[in-house]
């Protein structure tokens, strides 16, 4: 069982940057993909990226590539979003979630994944 709470959404302007959390509960913290979602009003919800058992490998979006940075630190439980360079289309509500996903082609498929997070709002403003 995991438990994830996501922090550090917020309302910023068109270029500006944010950070995202992901605490996790479980000792087995380090052996599951955490991944990054996102959901705008109205859209499915989308990959963004992720970083698999023990930071092996991380893949991103096309979308967000080059622009947004996944980091992982097992000591605390935590997965981090860096956001820079934000764009009015990044505003979504940003969800966390484990998964057993290894490969680049399953970590993308949302039903990979069992355990979500709350999620968190990000607002970019043009």
């Known amino acids: 069982q995991v438990q994830l709470v996501e922090s550090g959404g917020g309302l910023v302007q068109a270029g500006g940057f944010l950070r995202l959390s992901c605490a996790a509960s479980?000792?087995?913290?380090?052996?599951?993909?955490i991944a990054w979602f996102r959901q705008a009003p109205g859209k499915e919800r989308e990959f963004v990226g992720a970083?698999?058992?023990?930071?092996?490998?991380?893949y991103y979006a096309d979308s967000v590539k080059g622009r947004f940075t996944i980091s992982r630190d097992n000591a605390k439980n935590t997965v981090y979003l860096q956001m820079n360079s934000l764009k009015p289309e990044d505003t979504a509500v940003y969800y966390c979630?484990?998964?057993?996903?290894?490969?680049?082609?399953?970590?993308?498929?949302?039903?990979?994944?069992?355990?979500w997070g709350q999620g968190t709002q990000v607002t970019v403003s043009s």
């Open positions: 979630a484990a998964s057993r996903a290894y490969h680049r082609t399953t970590v993308v498929v949302v039903s990979e994944y069992v355990y």
């Open positions: 970083n698999t058992w023990y930071g092996d490998s991380t």
């Open positions: 479980g000792r087995t913290f380090g052996s599951y993909t």
